[in-house]
């Protein structure tokens, strides 16, 4: 096993991670260097939507919007810290400008004002875009800026354990994913910058190079919180791509296939009006979002519905080459919002491909260039998970429950039940020049290295030695546990089908020492392992809230004996109640050294009211830079 010493390492290459190694460059760190497992990897690099948003304070208009104002939004989000939104919302303006003057194209109105829209859960014109790539535009842009300082970046490694002792990191153990050797890195300081824990789900619109560490964590005794706040939508399978937006707001028809081949018009078998479904169909692509409370009268239903032939083992597609039910469409019987929209943006056509070019001709392209044609080829769909607002509990620093451990971007668990759209790209920017700021001032020269017993790298030969004797099929077992969390932990949770989940995870990670693999999959292995302990934690979270009874919220319904069926012409699995407390507490998980998952709840951090005076903070500022 090889060896190194870095004081700082940076784990990801995602727009957080290279911004959090530029800004520790441009505060002169130098021993640092970022590890990943693809520098062309992950979410941030390889994934978008019909406009993908990025969030920040108003920078138009004539809208009163304010630091605070925007903090009060956050929070109101529910289970969100409050200096956490404190900390987004008065940094958002300069993350942003700064992204813009590093070469991203924001839009800028002839005054020079950053024009913006009202995105999710938005009261004001926050919202911006620079189309379907923001996010991967935003992380070349990053690039190049670290590529410029010349930062050590160390491509090809993959992350499988990190090292803690009485609390405080010591190292963490890589795998080269080509040959299966294994570096050892000792390290004061770990910024996460590694995303969603995307391998524990079938059905996701996370990119196949996006996975997440947060299992290793977990193990490593960071803290959780909000791991029952997800985002699921209907999203394409190949590619993976949200079919948001102008997706749905041209009608197309939606349609599952059987094992005989046989086409089914699902949607309209459902018992509402045709002109109320075509104009749900419409509404989803503002509402992409599983949203519990638009499940009755709302478009979520949609998903629902999706959802439950995915169940039946059909695959579901949308047809844009046929209207829905391959009718011809009335658009009196829509609703005046949709249908004043498909005139007055000009998209009245036959059919959908037509009315869809029409309206934005690049989302028809992007899948062109990804090898489908919609004027030919039906395109598979499935519910998918797409984004985990909650994750490892930070402090207003980033700062995980772990000494030295820091945790960025979506990795970071700052976002609650509802976010408004777009904010994770901005919470990315904040997050990570928050942690690289700390490290700066508080955590960089006079390190001192601790040593790393052999008995705590003595895992790597086991696990090694048990893989090379295995019999059970490593390709197999992943996907046996990733369908099973789709079906149990995504938007659809009762407390059989979580226990069950959770009873056949834990009985897999006992077996796990049977599972083969060669040295050149032992970097799916470890893949497959830190899946299985993040579902663990997950599920158990899932589960406790389940029987807490505490009401369905967000992107998840709870089965409830005792509440109302909604819609009514769903099985009694969909029989729930709304979430009834108006303030409800944050909910935290910790995977305890015995195995056993520990769950807690506390109250949200209030946004912080302190209010000195200029000179008090000013003379602060000269004396650390308020980084305390």
């Known amino acids: 096993m090889g060896t190194m010493d870095i004081e700082t390492v940076i784990v990801g290459t995602g727009a957080s991670g290279y911004n959090a190694a530029d800004v520790l460059s441009s505060l002169f760190v130098k021993d640092f260097a970022i590890i990943t497992e693809g520098v062309k990897a992950g979410t941030s690099r390889n994934t978008g939507s019909d406009k993908q948003t990025y969030y920040k304070l108003s920078l138009s208009g004539m809208d009163s919007d304010s630091v605070r104002l925007m903090a009060s939004d956050l929070f109101n989000g529910q289970c969100v810290d409050g ?23 924001f839009p800028q ?37 670290v590529m410029e300082k010349g930062v050590r970046i160390i491509d090809g490694y993959q992350m499988v354990r990190i090292i803690v002792e009485d609390n405080e990191l010591k190292g963490a153990v890589f ?30 619109v996370y990119p196949s190079s996006q996975f997440g560490a947060s299992g290793i964590a977990f193990e490593a005794g960071c803290k959780a919180q909000n791991l029952t706040e997800w985002q699921y939508g209907l999203a394409s399978v190949r590619p993976r791509w949200n079919v948001s937006g102008s997706y749905m707001q041209v009608l197309p028809r939606f349609l599952s296939i059987d094992d005989e081949g046989e086409e089914h018009d699902f949607l309209f078998d459902y018992p509402i009006d045709k002109g109320d479904m075509l104009t749900r169909i419409f509404l989803k692509g503002y509402q992409w979002p599983f949203d519990v409370r638009k499940l009755y ?28 039910l391959k009718e011809e469409i009335d658009y009196e019987i829509l609703s005046p919002e949709a249908r004043e929209y498909l005139y007055s943006s000009s998209s009245i056509a036959p059919n959908p491909v037509e009315r869809l070019r029409r309206m934005n001709e690049p989302a028809y392209q992007f899948y062109l260039e990804h090898g489908v044609d919609l004027e030919k080829e039906y395109l598979e769909i499935s519910l998918s998970a797409q984004h985990n607002n909650g994750g490892i509990a930070v402090d207003a620093w980033w700062r995980s429950s772990v000494e030295g451990i820091f945790a960025v971007g979506e ?33 960089t020269g006079n390190w001192v290295k601790k ?30 546990a990733r369908l099973r969390m789709s079906l149990h932990g995504s938007c659809l949770r009762n407390r059989e089908g979580l226990e069950k989940a959770l009873a056949e995870t834990e009985s897999a990670l006992d077996s796990f020492s049977l ?24 599920l158990s979270a899932m589960l406790d809230y389940a029987s807490h009874n505490l009401g369905s919220r967000g992107s998840a319904v709870y089965s409830d004996d005792d509440g109302e069926l909604q819609p009514p012409a769903m099985d009694d699995r969909f029989r729930h109640s709304l979430q009834k407390d108006e303030h409800p507490m944050i909910q935290m998980a910790e995977l305890e050294k015995d195995g056993k998952v520990s769950i807690s709840y506390r109250n949200p951090r209030p ?11 000013w003379a602060r500022y000269r004396k650390d830079k308020c980084i305390y």
């Open 297 to 324: 009268s709302g478009s979520s239903v949609i998903d629902i519905l999706c959802y439950l032939e995915l169940e039946k083992g059909r695959r579901v597609f949308l047809d844009y080459i046929h209207n829905p």
């Open 175 to 204: 795998v080269e994913r080509k040959s299966g050797r294994f570096l050892l890195i000792r390290m004061r300081n770990l910024i996460l910058a590694t995303g969603g824990p995307a391998g524990m789900y079938m059905m996701s």
């Open 83 to 105: 200096d956490n939104a404190l900390v987004e919302a008065s940094l958002s303006a300069p993350s942003f400008i700064r992204l813009s003057n590093l070469g991203v194209p």
């Open 109 to 145: 109105n002839r005054y020079g004002e950053y024009i913006g829209y009202k995105t999710d859960h938005d009261p004001y014109r926050r919202a911006t875009s620079v189309g379907p790539y923001t996010s991967k535009l935003m992380t070349e842009a990053l690039e190049r800026s």
């Open 607 to 617: 946004i912080p009211q302190e209010e000195e005076a200029f000179e008090v903070v």
């Open 515 to 538: 599972v083969h693999a060669e040295a050149s999959t032992l970097w799916k292995l470890f893949e497959y392992r830190t899946a299985l302990v993040s579902q663990k934690i997950y």
């Open 451 to 480: 040593e790393i017993r052999p008995e705590e790298i003595s895992f790597i030969d086991e696990i090694v030695q048990n893989a090379l004797r295995g019999t059970l099929d490593l390709n197999s077992e992943y996907d046996e």
């Open 411 to 443: 990795a970071a668990g700052t976002h609650g039940v509802y976010r408004p759209g777009g904010s994770a790209l901005n919470a990315g920017q904040v997050g990570s020049k928050r942690a690289s700021e700390y490290i700066a001032m508080h955590r």
